[in-house]
């Protein structure tokens, strides 16, 4: 559980933590688009420049944030395993009788591993650089325009912001009845299938239990503090954007502009 | 006017057995009443009662004048602040000055005010120096004091404690305790407090035993405490004080029943 | 034979910028048939120490001895399942790991776990229910209409059923009201006196400490600070000040009486040895 990179907060107060998050998830939303252009090989060079950037401002390493991928080394060969046996366009590179292998295979691959690799980076510096809340209250200002279609921005901003705090309260409370259990025997390796059902239930009906018990006990507590959903509050935080947050928007905006370009030559 | 009157309140969970059987209490301004007995006498249900969670199934309450209905609940909950037992489940912001905001949010406070009332709140609880401190590197102890912080920064004129110690350990006990009585004295605020720990309760101005939703007993710590034949039928803890206190008297020391160990030292000099 | 920890170090998270040395090398020698109490401040190491006891976690360096298993950083934890069986762990607020439909399904999931015979179960059950305070009654009914205290009572059985030799208790009596505090506590005692188990009590109530336990192993930033009786410790109530723990009621009043010029024998640990210190000093009558 300690091991996830991916969505976790770092500290580090650099100038990318300081910057606003309603820019910081735009620029994700462009940067995301950008990366899924079909601009060639030579389209990643602009976005790979600016993840150069925001890595170098952010102070994080590339290991760290390529940590995430680790697990996916396996869904990468599988994926390439299944690229040689079905693609048949590209240079014919092998032919053993019906074993043919194209080149397109390999590139086909390539394209789907540096875009998720280019993607896991991204939201990488997004959720290292930004706090939960902080990213909660971006994503409800963002959504406040379509509050007029009947979106309940605020309300969903609540909910995310509610799961994002209990998340680690929720982990705490897995590994311990994690542990509860193995101390009773539990093993969730060995063993037939009927006794791997019952191991599974054996975490999930107590952790349910409990999760429905703090929701009830949060509830009463929102309530008693005069939490209304439908009425208007105030808000202790405000967003303000800087110089920092338009330079970089523009400069998401200018690698989206030139991909485009690449794509039409 | 007094701050919270109860009359001939009852109330039942499934309609059959009453969990609260005909409580009549009055609970005068400033005061800091606390409620004890155990566990499914009745005593987090009236909490829950007063602050509106529940509704009564009959009799009624009033609190600082109103009658509770639908309508007003917003409006009285604007006074009445309520701790719980669990630290955990009502911490609702991602950090300490977040979960402070929260009920000036929703109390529509102008943002500009904010920032002044939250510094503020946290000082009383002397937790100015953890604003942006995440729950999960809190203790129990301290979370319970942003839950207090969150209640002040309100400037309630009641506060519930509904056994807001019972999961804490000793430290945290005794820095919850402590704050609960400074608030008592410097602000004049009502306390009202649900608890197991009798040194707490010896520290109140009055005491309320409950016993199977009905009232065993109410008076001075003193009067309830010293009620022998009471406490030893509902098998009720002694503060520590009044017990080593009984327990000289019996050995003919010639002292007062007092309530902590302050007392106690004291009367022994002076027998010296 | 007694529980050997030697060099005891361990460390979460390793490799990642989330790392935490929690054990920086423990030495201890626990003696069976006692009752232990461990204590110290949160993250002071006692919970990661405790679950090395049963294997749960597995040191990242030095070695324990318990049960007649010897537990390095190789281990494999499938050659050690069965001491989780002699260990039994019992966890902060233990009634939040009931999941079956009844009390008695609850309670056999652990034997049934580690293979016992299901009539040996039944055995067991019926031994145990009298222990915790239940009785058969409550056997085919669900665990989750019972009250707080009494979950708590299945949850425990669901452990002593195991028949450990070893019994570790995370807080075993917080949160509930004084009355089942005792009763909880009075249950773990007849357990260490009848039969004989040994009795880990890792507990931040020294009332209960003092009353109860043999001997006090203090830790504290990942090390032993002491391991002494339980009264020569009470006798430096200071040590515990230094952890920001708040002495027994009886032990402060001992202090305030010497402080205000009581002679007073330092081994009385009740009232009425109090009572008898003081009464020469004090007009009494008799």
């Known amino acids: 559980m300690n091991n996830i990179a991916l969505g976790r907060y770092l500290p580090l107060n650099t100038i990318i933590n300081k910057m606003d998050p309603r820019s910081k ?34 102070k994080l390493k590339l290991t760290y944030a390529l940590r995430a991928l680790k697990p996916m080394i ?12 079905v693609m048949r366009t590209g240079t014919l590179l092998i032919s053993w009788g019906w074993f043919k292998v194209y080149s397109d295979a390999f590139s086909q691959t390539a ?16 959720t290292a650089t930004t706090k939960p809340l902080d990213l909660t209250l971006g994503i409800e200002k963002l959504l406040k325009p379509f509050e007029k279609i009947g979106l309940p921005a605020h309300v969903i901003a609540m909910m995310i912001s509610i799961a994002l705090r ?7 409370e897995t590994n311990r009845i994690m542990n509860a259990q193995a101390s009773r ?38 309530e008693a503090r005069g939490y209304d959903p439908s009425a208007t509050r105030t808000r202790y935080k405000v967003l303000k954007m800087t110089n920092v947050d338009y330079f970089a928007m523009a400069f998401a905006l200018v690698v989206f502009a030139t991909d485009l370009v690449l794509c039409w030559i | 006017m007094e701050a919270i009157e109860l009359e001939h309140l009852s109330f039942s969970y499934d309609g059959q057995t009453d969990v609260l059987k005909d409580i009549s209490l009055t609970i005068p301004k400033g005061s800091y009443t606390a409620i004890v007995g155990h566990n499914g006498s009745g005593k987090s249900t009236l909490a829950k009662l007063i602050i509106g969670l529940l509704e009564p199934k009959s009799g009624t309450i009033k609190v600082l004048g109103q009658t509770l209905t639908d309508h007003n609940l917003k409006a009285v909950r604007d006074h009445v602040g309520i701790v719980f037992q669990n630290p955990d489940n009502q911490f609702i912001g991602s950090t300490v000055a977040d979960d402070i905001a929260f009920g000036l949010e929703n109390h529509c406070v102008p943002t500009k005010d904010m920032q002044r009332i939250i510094e503020e709140s946290a000082a009383k609880v002397s937790m100015s120096d953890y604003l942006n401190a995440e729950p999960t590197n809190l203790s129990g102890g301290q979370k319970q004091r942003v839950a207090i912080a969150g209640i002040l920064a309100m400037s309630p004129e009641i506060i519930i404690f509904d056994e807001s110690t019972s999961m804490l350990d000793p430290q945290g006990k005794a820095s919850v305790n402590e704050q609960i009585r400074k608030l ?68 003919g020391i010639e002292i007062d029943a007092v309530m902590n160990n302050a007392q106690l030292v004291e009367a022994l000099c002076q027998l010296k | 034979m007694p529980i050997e920890i030697k060099d005891l170090e361990y460390t979460y998270s390793q490799g990642t910028p989330f790392e935490h040395k929690a054990l920086k090398g423990v030495n201890l020698t626990i003696p069976t048939g006692k009752v232990i109490a461990i204590i110290g401040q949160t993250g002071s190491g006692k919970s990661t120490l405790v679950q090395h006891l049963n294997a749960l976690i597995k040191p990242t360096k030095g ?48 034997p049934k776990n580690f293979g016992v015979e299901p009539e040996e179960i039944q055995q067991r059950i019926q031994e145990i229910l009298p222990l915790v305070g239940l009785d058969a009654s409550y056997l085919q009914r669900s665990p989750f209409e019972l009250s707080g205290g009494q979950k708590r009572r299945v949850a425990i059985a669901g452990i002593l059923v195991q028949d450990p030799e070893i019994l570790v208790l995370d807080e075993p009596a917080a949160g509930l009201d004084p009355q089942s505090a005792q009763e909880m506590m009075s249950l773990f005692m007849r357990l260490n006196r009848q039969a004989n188990k040994t009795i880990i009590l890792v507990s931040h109530d020294m009332e209960h400490v003092l009353r109860y336990c043999d001997e006090v192993i203090v830790m504290k930033d990942g090390k032993v600070k002491t391991q002494m009786d339980v009264h020569e410790f009470f006798k430096y109530p200071d040590i515990l000040r230094e952890i920001d723990i708040n ?35 004090v007009a009494s009558h008799e």
């Open chain 3, 247 to 281: 002495p027994p009621g009886i032990v402060q009043l001992k202090e305030m009486l010497q402080q205000n010029g009581f002679e007073i024998d330092p081994d009385s640990y009740s009232l009425d040895e109090l009572a008898q210190s003081l009464k020469g000093q």
């Open chain 1, 74 to 85: 396996w869904m990468f060969i599988f994926l390439l395993v299944i690229n040689v046996l």
């Open chain 1, 25 to 58: 998830i735009l620029i994700l939303l462009v940067m995301m688009i950008t990366v899924f252009l079909p601009a060639g090989f030579i389209g990643y060079v602009p976005i790979l420049i600016f993840i150069a950037t925001a890595l170098y401002f952010s």
């Open chain 1, 185 to 222: 025997g539990v093993d969730l390796e060995n063993g037939t299938m009927t006794e791997k059902i019952r191991a599974v239930l054996s975490l999930i009906v107590p952790l349910f239990v409990s999760a429905f018990d703090r929701a009830d006990q949060l509830a009463d507590a929102m």
């Open chain 1, 111 to 126: 394209y789907i591993i540096i875009r998720l690799t280019l993607m896991i980076i991204l939201c990488t510096v997004l």
């Open chain 1, 166 to 172: 209990f998340i680690p309260t929720l982990i705490d």
């Open chain 2, 184 to 251: 008592n004295e410097a602000k004049n605020i009502t306390i009202l407090s649900i608890t197991h720990d009798m040194e707490e309760a010896a520290q109140a101005s009055n005491v309320v035993v409950l016993d199977q939703g009905t009232i065993a007993a109410i008076g001075t710590p003193a009067d309830v405490f010293q009620n022998d034949a009471l406490m030893s039928r509902l098998r009720l803890d002694l503060p520590f004080g009044l017990k080593a206190a009984k327990a000289f008297q019996a050995h």
């Open chain 3, 63 to 110: 070695s324990i001895d318990i049960c007649g298993f010897h537990i390095t950083p190789d281990t494999k934890l499938k050659d050690v399942k069965i001491l989780r069986k002699k260990v039994g762990l019992v966890f902060q607020f233990p009634e939040y790991q009931l999941f079956e439909e009844t009390i008695e399904k609850d309670i056999a999931f652990g």
